[in-house]
């Protein structure tokens, strides 16, 4: 026959089994619900709207090259554009004068890398990504020294532009890197950079993730507009920089 002592401590034992029972449970389902689509390594691993990540690796990375080479392509065709309309018409060369709003908004985006440094990391490609993306350094790191390029670039195209604005014809842009001058060298650096954070694009696109990570799923045309929008900018910053990129290759041979 049991005493109360041998009772009580049988009675405890399985308390404390069932509270374990119960918070492996608990735990369990919370992970589950937690997973958010589009948000963490777990979230981007759910189908994405345009169920890229769904596919085998190989024919992610035959997607993530031709998006790649559509805009390479389609930038160099429009920005042979702009150099036929700038050579047709020289009041069109008064848009320079706008390049300090580009830097300007250059320069806001850069801060944002810091302000909003998790939502940046979000959309970083993870490890693995399309079977090829292996590239070193943490996903912070790269989040925050291209926003520090952001703001240098965008400050270079501020005083650049400022230059061609208001200084007189005969003065001379401060030269950094190239005898093009402050604005073109930033506008070169920038376009270098914008094709360096594309991969962060692609994998929104790919995979869903989100930035805001609060904020609705984008669809597939919402990205084929922003895919629109990137070769107008990169056709854009081609022309600003394309004196820097003369005076470098002209050093070079």
Partial sequence: MRTSKEENVGRT????????????KTVG????????????????????PSRVNTLAEPVQAIIVLAIFVTLGV??????????????QYEWFQT?????????????AAGVTHFTLESEYINIYPQKGAWGFWYLPGSPKF??????????LGGLGLVIGGAYDAFMPVWGECPNVLTSAGIGSDAAAG??????AVTPANVYMYTHGAKLPMDGPDVPVVGHLIRGIMQVILFGLLYQMGQGSFDAILMSSS
Avoid at 74 to 87: E, K, N, P, Q, R
Avoid at 190 to 195: E, K, Q, R
């Fill in 190 to 195: 920038l376009l270098l950079l914008t094709a």
């Fill in 74 to 87: 389609s930038s160099v065709a429009f920005s042979s554009l702009l150099d036929d309309i700038t050579l």
């Fill in 95 to 107: 848009w320079r004068y706008t390049w300090p709003l580009l830097g300007v908004i250059y320069m």
């Fill in 142 to 151: 790269h989040v925050q020294w291209t926003g520090i390029a952001e703001i």
């Fill in 29 to 48: 389902t919370t992970t589950g619900e937690n997973v958010v689509p589009g948000i963490g390594i777990e979230g981007c691993a759910l189908p994405s």
């Fill in 13 to 24: 034992g399985a308390v404390v089994a069932l509270k374990a029972m119960n918070k492996d």
